[in-house]
């Protein structure tokens, strides 16, 4: 599926007003207990400095400062960006692209992001931008859709998503037709196993993850490393990565001898 961020961001504006009840309502009271697990495994500290990507309006950003956390919310859709700073005006919002997060090297004790990695166009490139915000030892938490792992379970919940998820949107007054974008999305979204290796893939140890609501939803989380030689060769392989292979250019012909 094509994502193109201008369209994602359009259709996030027209259904900010009433997001959080839809969601409510689509997961059936669920929303609540993951985002009250995502906290629980960011574990905010008081003083710490914790940024929320893809936030919305806010909702998880408000759920983690209650510790004592100074959050910074970030979401590409201006729409969402709005109703969240008229609903929460204690929290710091800013409009921003994930894949170019306008934030220092090692800002941050934590990076979040909830329900929304599935919606950037390069889901690698802000995994790699959340790993370069992050202090050495900052955490990363990621509550994201998945692939439950029985059989019979994944086709109901399937069958829900393209039939039951845009039909309870209209109802709630939400765009019909985002939340089948959505129901699209959740199915072409890799499962649990090859997120993980994602995860990995952009630097982080300490990878695990655990299934919620028989894996509906699964909850990730990953360490960017302390030691210097670690962070030093995770550098090293991003910058091998990124830089242009230079070809071997043929040597000149030797000069025939003059007669």
Known sequence: MDKQPDEVAGMFDDVAPHY??????LSMGNAILWRAATVRAVDPLGGERILDVAAGTGTSSVALSKHGARVVAVDFSPGMVAEGRKRHPNIEFIEADAERLPFGDN?????????GLRNIHNPHAALAEMYRVLKPGGRLVIC??????VALLRAGYWAYLSVVMPAVASVTGSNSSAYEYL???IREWPDQGQLSQWIRG??????AYRNLTA???ALHRGRKPIDATVLASVAKRKGNATRPIKTQQAAPPAESPKP
Not at 144 to 149: G, I, L, R
């Open 20 to 25: 959080d009840r839809t969601n409510t309502v």
């Open 215 to 217: 894996g509906v939803v």
């Open 183 to 185: 129901a699209e999305s």
């Open 202 to 207: 952009a630097g982080f140890t300490r990878v």
């Open 144 to 149: 994201e859709f998945s692939k439950p792992p």
């Open 107 to 115: 800002e941050f004790d934590a990076v979040t992001i909830s329900f």
